[in-house]
């Protein structure tokens, strides 16, 4: 089983939609996750932090599950500029961030 | 400036030669990562300085590659007699540990987009 599994999709959605993506990962003994977004050639960028607590930025929410060991990301109200590969991101103590490999989303207008 | 800085941008090289991928971490930063993408893939980890500590290095895919960090600040990746499947993007990231020894949220640098002829 991989480290950490994403759908690589591509999510085809148009503007406005709400779209969702999973992330699960093997290890129980991570501690820190992440999303981060990564646009065509461009190097990946810290889309937000995941809190057990989930947490919310605007339009995008992230959730964690330990029970389950896995991730969401939620985007409502998608927008153009929401096109992207979403990057889920798992850490635990002293070791390096562990990277899935990514969701592509496209959003049409 | 305040970012992961890399070196060069691009390199061009022919199949056979040895190349070195320079990058400057943010200030202050304990952890340093190297990763590669190729086209459309997903990224691959090389290696992970963290201080002091012997660096991770599990994700080299052969002994052709090796990574360096002088003063715990500037890190070198070497490609010995480069084959053209080390084409690839090579990103280099750097991050804080936080007080419960975790890695807080890496920035990456632009990377050094390598093609080997």
């Known amino acids: 089983r991989k480290e950490v599994e994403q759908d690589p999709g591509p999510f085809n959605v148009p503007e406005g939609a709400t779209v969702a993506f999973n992330c699960t990962y093997s290890?129980?003994?991570?501690?820190?996750f992440f999303w981060y977004r990564q646009d065509c050639r461009k190097e990946p960028k810290l889309l937000m932090s995941?809190?057990?607590s989930g947490n919310e930025d605007g339009r995008f929410t992230a959730q964690l599950n330990r029970a389950s060991q896995y991730i969401s990301l939620l985007i409502r109200d998608s927008k153009l500029s929401d096109s992207a590969t979403y990057l889920c991101v798992v850490n635990g103590r002293n070791t390096p961030l562990v990277f899935g490999k990514g969701t592509r989303l496209s959003v049409i207008a | 400036g305040a970012g992961v800085s890399q070196s060069p941008s691009n390199k061009v090289t022919e199949k056979g030669k040895d190349v070195e991928l320079r990058c400057d971490p943010i200030s202050g930063h304990t952890a340093l990562y190297w990763y590669r993408q190729s086209l459309g893939q997903g990224l691959e980890f090389l290696i992970y300085f963290q201080g002091n500590s012997a660096p991770d290095k599990s994700g080299l895919p052969s002994d052709r590659f090796s990574a360096e960090r002088t003063g715990g600040s500037v890190s070198t990746l070497t490609i010995q007699r480069t084959q053209q499947e080390d084409s690839a993007v090579y990103l280099c990231?750097?991050?804080?540990?936080?007080?419960?020894?975790?890695?807080?949220?890496?920035?990456f640098g632009q990377g050094t987009r390598l093609t080997v002829v």
């Open positions: 995941v809190y057990s």
């Open positions: 990231a750097s991050s804080q540990w936080d007080r419960g020894l975790m890695n807080t949220e890496a920035f």
């Open positions: 290890n129980s003994a991570s501690q820190s």
